[in-house]
């Protein structure tokens, strides 16, 4: 792609790509009773169906990518497009208008991972995997909770040992989303038991087929695996595959957290949740006979209105950063009005459906609506729970005194 090319030209030559390879997006407003009545916040795919949807993914990044088309943003020696913002926002829109797969398998990977690979990692690593990260050749997972540290990250225990010019991991992770499908893996590691929790703290990148690892599935309580336990039995890491310095893992893992929640924010700045939107919430006030009802029509009228504000804050905080600002607590201000909207849609449809909610009637659109209920809890706890939100909201927008630490 020429450095130099127009907005124009660009999405001549964008329409033409999508025109030969996707087929046009089929606008169908959705009806009572009509095509899937899935409305899931977690995946509850079988593993077969996840590496189905991972094929056909990874067909679309491909063929995305050697058309010149992916990572528009990206440094040129690394595979990406040297161009702004606006060219990817653009092709964005475009791409929007086809029927394309979806693309969830590389959410983290592209959404957290590679940018901390491309802010911290050596060369060699940024050469290796940067390129196969946004093709779709390879996917890759975030190892940073572990049982004893999810909100107080600074208090993980894998520890990771120097000898020579590799470091020796040992230690367990906990809730890794997509690790069963990922060949690499971002990891916190302890590499100075001694220093303050914060300071002794070292990033690296994994090879999550290397000897030393393993990984088992975690059911969640609406039926899917979607996350793992991993365990690291001396896994060797080389100290190429560093990211950062040592002992300053800190910073990095900032990296990561930042794009993590730019990330859910910014994949739900279109106002959507879980695979809802609101026309399927109006459609079942109407079957229910509860359209006239002055209650049903706030509480309706609430969440449309909640949906727009958490959207136009992502989409404030998303302006920041393609002016090349680092996301700041918008980011959790997006999180938190995203979940908390997500609630009151929990709310809205348990009193809409009632008991059919919990007792499969068979009925479309009803008991389907237990899977997003039972996903919301997740909601509020992944990327930074609503209670620690609620911390760097108060303490970092609006300048309230500090949370007490804990007597140690
Ligand atoms: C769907 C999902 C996907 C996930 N994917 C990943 C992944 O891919 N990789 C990964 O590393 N992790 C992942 N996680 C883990 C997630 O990051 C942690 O669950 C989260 O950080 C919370 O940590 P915890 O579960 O240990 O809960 P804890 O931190 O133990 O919190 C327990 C409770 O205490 C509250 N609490 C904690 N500290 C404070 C405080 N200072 N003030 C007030 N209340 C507080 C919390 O809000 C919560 O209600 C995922 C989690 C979910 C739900």
Redesign the pocket.
């Known amino acids: 792609m020429p450095d130099t090319i127009s907005e124009q030209d660009f999405e001549r030559s964008a329409l033409e790509f999508l025109e030969a390879s996707a087929e046009p997006r089929v606008e169908s407003r959705q009806s009572w009773g009509e095509g899937s009545d899935q409305v899931s916040i ?1 995946p509850e795919r079988t593993l077969e169906e996840e590496i189905t949807e991972l094929t056909e993914a990874r067909a679309w990044a491909q063929t995305r990518f050697d058309a010149g088309f992916s990572w528009l943003t990206g440094p040129v020696e690394y595979g990406g497009g040297g161009l702004s913002r606006d060219f990817q926002r653009l092709y964005n829109e475009l791409e929007g208008r086809f029927a394309t797969p979806p693309m969830s398998a590389y959410g ?1 990977g592209l959404g957290m991972v590679a940018p901390t690979i491309l802010a911290h990692a050596t060369d060699e690593v940024k050469q290796r995997y940067l390129k196969p990260l946004w093709r779709g050749d390879i996917v890759a ?5 572990e049982p004893g ?5 600074a208090s993980l225990q894998t520890k990771a040992v120097r000898d020579g010019e590799q470091w020796i991991v040992t230690g367990q ?1 906990v ?4 690790a069963h499908l990922s060949e690499i893996g971002e990891i916190m590691c302890r590499t100075n038991p001694d220093a303050p929790k914060h300071k002794g703290l070292t990033g690296f990148v994994v090879d999550m087929h290397a000897p030393g690892v393993e990984i088992r599935p975690l059911r969640q309580m609406t039926g899917g695996a ?2 793992n336990e991993v365990f690291f039995t001396e896994v060797r890491i080389p100290d190429s595959h560093r990211l950062g310095d040592v002992n300053e893992g800190w910073t990095v893992a900032l990296t990561t957290l930042m794009n993590e929640r730019a990330a859910i924010g910014g994949g739900m700045a279109s106002g959507g949740g879980g695979n809802m939107g609101t026309q399927r919430l109006i459609e079942l006030v109407r079957h229910f006979g509860k359209a006239d009802d002055p209650l049903v029509r706030q509480q309706l009228a609430d969440i449309i209105i909640n949906g727009r504000v958490a959207s136009f804050t992502n989409l404030r905080a998303m302006a920041k950063i393609a002016q090349g600002q680092l996301p700041g607590p918008e980011m959790s201000i997006g999180k938190l009005t995203l979940t908390a909207n997500m609630r009151r849609t929990s709310e809205l449809v348990a009193s809409v459906i009632g008991p059919r909610l919990v007792a499969d009637s068979g009925e479309w659109g009803t008991y389907a609506w237990s899977k997003f209920v039972l996903g919301l809890p ?2 509020r ?8 939100l609620h ?1 760097i909201i108060g303490e970092r927008v609006l300048g309230l005194p500090k ?1 007490p630490a804990p007597n140690k």
């Open positions: 977690l983290i997972c975030q190892l940073f909770s540290a999810g909100s107080d990250l992770k809730w890794t989303s997509g979607s996350f997740g909601m706890i992944a990327g930074g729970t609503d209670e620690v911390n949370e």
